[in-house]
């Protein structure tokens, strides 16, 4: 069975520019996540949806981020405008309904703001 | 709020040795679920080993145990007979399995290099 699939896996872009990661979960699984890596403040989740509707996004960081499912096989986080702070690895996980599910983890993409 | 906290940065083990990644945790919540994860050099994220509060015996797979002590707040993760690749960052992880949240919360880390 194909894993989480992310793209890019690397991106490069200038300060100010829209950026789009892109995620589609392993089938059959019910929720999904959306991480962010850096070396200051380690994973955090920035947001999460279950049967493709957001639960909590209290951890997207401003109004900039924004992250939708509009199907249960895919999800994008979307940066407008992107600033240098936001360069980070950013992972997509998913998993399926019991709590003792464990997360399944893209390969994730290296974000680098110019 | 739960918080996980990984008090070794980096730790040195030789190989073919067992290792212990030390992790403690803070929660209100009376049942909650234990994760080891392992992230190499690459950047993936591997699943390791998984415990839950109440599990009656402490979690293994393969050459991963975990010392779970419940009433001290901890689950360190012990690797034995180390190889060269297990050099990686290992993240210990937790979720109440009570409430409705779903998503785990991370500890900061800790870098194991395995010597040859």
Redesign the interface.
């Known amino acids: 069975d194909a894993g989480v699939i992310q793209s890019p896996r690397h991106e490069v872009t200038e300060m100010g520019q829209e950026v789009t990661l892109r995620c589609k979960p392993i089938s059959g699984h019910d929720y999904l996540f959306w991480y962010r890596q850096t070396m200051m403040r380690g994973l955090e989740l920035l947001i999460y949806f279950n049967n493709n509707v957001p639960i909590d996004d209290s951890g997207m960081p401003e109004d900039r981020f924004s992250a939708k499912m509009p199907n249960a096989s895919f999800s994008t986080l979307k940066i407008q405008p992107s600033e240098p702070r936001d360069s980070a690895v950013y992972f997509c996980a998913s998993s399926r309904q019991g709590k003792r599910e464990k997360l399944f983890f893209g390969s994730g993409t290296q974000l680098s703001v110019l | 709020a739960q918080k996980i906290t990984q008090t070794q940065p980096g730790m040195f083990v030789q190989e073919k040795e067992a290792v212990t990644l030390d992790c403690t945790y803070d929660t209100s919540d009376p049942s909650y679920?234990l994760?080891w994860?392992k992230q190499p050099s690459s950047?993936?994220?591997?699943?390791l080993i998984?415990q839950?509060s109440y599990d009656q015996q402490n979690a293994t797979e393969g050459r991963y145990s975990l010392n779970f002590q419940k009433a001290r707040k901890s689950a360190n993760l012990v690797i034995s007979a180390s190889q060269l690749g297990d050099s990686a960052m290992y993240?210990c992880a937790m979720?109440d399995?009570l409430g409705s949240?779903?998503?785990?919360?991370?500890?900061?880390?800790t870098q194991l290099t395995v010597l040859p």
């Open positions: 679920g994760f994860y950047g993936e994220m591997i699943f998984y839950g993240f979720r399995l949240a779903r998503q785990l919360t991370f500890g900061s880390g």
